[in-house]
């Protein structure tokens, strides 16, 4: 009986200096969240933040950290659905006291988060969800350090189209915020140039394109502008193969990553060859020194080159978020708003500074130049814009 | 129980409940509000599957029409959330009744199925016509107060959890729910004696739609973004996980089980998709060692120490 109290009590010694290291440990930290899908369709995502977030608390962590402590991130799950996003924010402001919150993806999601940032004046970094709303509602404490839709269709999509020469064009939107949003906007510019096009939605988790896929045939364009994100792309591509849609149509994944996925080829097969997409990342297009070094430190961690471009752009506002803390000199929220707005900061994709006029998506927006590229016999061709070409469009 | 007593319970426990505010963080009021909305969900699907043995997969769908009704009225034409909530408590009690007068003839299995099938149909409407209701984008909605405040909408749940326990006990344990217990036990006796078996599943079909709609209501108003995740069946299973778990066709099961089953689905939250795993085996080992629930294991305990402490009075004596 003695040995069994003794025994409890040793258990009870131990754990209570467990505890007291663990919350000792705890404070020599600054917690930063990050919203993202780790599961659900979009679950590549996820994994690339992951990567990036590795890299990012690194990258800050070996230069001294934040407020002379260390950076530590806090992910939070969203699945990809704006309830689970929204809860999940709250859930890194009430439970975990985080600072400052990054990431996401997915605009209907992040759409639902600024709403809580807004509620409990958290600093909010929007990464890659890109509706034009999430800067243009305006709110004080949302910041986006990545495309915003009409940014994308103004400088890339519609001036590719052009540039290309297509004169018919087809537009397949999911019936999400990004994809209705890009949607609408890719319509004003393509009537704006002059190209004729048609225009229809689809289900965001569809795995049956086929019906689609006979009327977009049957307007016969040069060009898909495929707004559909997730896995639901691959479904898309393969079938346009399977339809003969493609190769005489090129279609455009109008946000990029998954067709960068590692899943891609195996999903779609040859039809993957000659589609194009959106990007920010190519190895031969690297605007700063940061991103070569991004891209070496990568290859170091992981055993391969980096494919998903929303692992740098993660790791590039972590560092704009320990900079705009640094410079703060403080957690407080709104000393942290006042220095993001003056964040002048040399990232892997430029120079971020952010709008400060209120009236319009250019509000608290950096948008970073974006490229069209395409995939020839596997390998990745620049296409625009011109200046940044590593090849040229192959039908 | 006599009236007396459920009163005394519960008015003691809603004070009790009432000081949680002063002492709970934001984070663990919010714990709280929500499980205050599986109170409401699973009390009234026990009313259903507990007391008249109707396994209904619709009630998370009543959920969604009381949360959409309340949620388009609000946000669409600008009608106050209260009424919104109350529109949407009585049209959930209108399709349940027309969807019990169609269907409760047929009891059993088909019952089931008719739900489930109603439930998937809801969910394609509401994603499909997401120009009325922003499908899978989420709508966003105003709040039931002006200011948004963590502990008002605590007392709010608080509020509706208590309407739906009177509400649940005074049928319960009048001579309807004696009616709704004999439907339960032996249908063709209870018709033999003169209850109207279908009229007494209609009721209880009517009675569970619109408390499941009230507490739609209510929650879709408190998150301030209503989507398809709240009449889904992800949300209905677990609305039955807790009622079987805390102990179904026992007042107090289902309300042990929505506030364990939520608190403890906060902590497994950190394993990702894991956790839906971990839920799982929790139900498999309660079903497997308690069928009847937390609420069974308890009652065979009290039993047992009382026999016991019976044995040992009558050794001494």
Known sequence: ?395 | MTDRRFFVILFVAVGLLSLLPLGLGVYHLHVMIVSLFYVMMASSWNLLAGYTGQVSFAHAAFAGIGAYTSGILAAKFGLNPWIGVFIGTILAALIGLGMGILCLRMGGIYLSLTTLGFSEILRIVITNEYEITRGTMGLQVPGLVADYSKPAYFYIMLGGAMLTLIVLYKLIYSDIGLNFRAVQNDERAAASLGVDVVRMRVLAFTVSSALAGMAGGLYGHYLLLITPEIPSLDQQFLVLSMTVIGGMGSFLGPIIGAISLEIFSEYIRAYGEYHVLVFGLVALVVARFAPNGLMGLAEHRLRGRRKASRTVSAAAG
């Open chain 1, 1 to 395: 009986m003695k040995r069994k109290k003794s025994g409890l009590w040793l258990f009870a010694v131990v754990l209570s200096l467990v505890l007291a290291v663990g919350s000792a440990w705890a404070q020599e930290t600054i917690k930063v969240g990050v919203v993202g899908p780790r599961t659900g369709s979009a679950a590549a995502t996820g994994k690339a933040f992951e990567e990036g977030i590795k890299l990012g608390t690194d990258y800050v962590n070996a230069k001294g950290g934040v407020l002379g402590k260390k950076l530590e991130i806090v992910f939070e799950d969203t699945a990809g659905a704006p309830d689970k996003a929204a809860s999940g924010f709250e859930r890194l402001v009430t439970r975990d006291k985080v600072v400052m919150v990054l990431g996401e993806s997915v605009s209907s999601s992040a759409l639902a988060e600024i709403e809580v940032a807004d509620r409990f004046k958290v600093p909010f970094i929007v990464v890659e969800a890109w509706a034009d709303p999430i800067t243009a509602k305006g709110y004080k404490y949302v910041f986006r350090a990545g495309p915003c839709n009409s940014g994308v269709v103004s400088e890339t999509i519609a001036k590719w189209v052009v540039a290309e020469k297509f004169k018919r064009a087809f537009i397949v939107a999911e019936t999400s915020d990004w994809g209705l949003g890009i949607a609408e906007l890719s319509k004003s510019a393509l009537t704006k140039a002059g190209v004729q096009f048609e225009a229809m939605t689809t289900e965001r988790e569809s795995k049956d394109h086929y019906t689609e896929l006979n009327k977009i045939k049957a307007f016969d364009p040069d060009v898909v502008l495929a707004y559909i994100y997730g896995s639901g792309l691959h479904y898309f591509v393969a079938q346009a193969g399977e339809v003969k849609l493609t190769p005489k149509a090129i279609i455009l994944d109008g946000a990029g990553p998954p067709s960068l996925w590692p899943d891609f080829w195996k999903n779609v097969g040859d039809y993957g060859n000659l589609e194009c997409f959106v990007s920010s990342m190519h190895e031969k297009v690297e605007l700063t020194k940061l991103a070569t070094e991004y891209r070496e430190a990568y290859q170091k961690a992981f055993g391969t080159p980096p494919t998903d471009y929303k692992s740098r752009s993660i790791f590039d506002s972590i560092l704009i978020a320990a900079d705009a803390i640094n410079r703060a000199g403080s957690t407080d929220a709104d000393k942290l708003v006042d220095a993001l707005e003056k964040t002048s900061l040399l990232v892997t994709r430029g120079t971020v500074k952010f709008g400060t006029e209120k009236g319009g998506t250019e509000y608290h927006q950096w948008m970073p130049p974006m490229l069209v590229i395409q995939w020839q016999n596997k390998e990745q061709v620049v296409l625009y814009p011109p200046e940044a070409a590593t090849g040229k469009l192959m039908r």
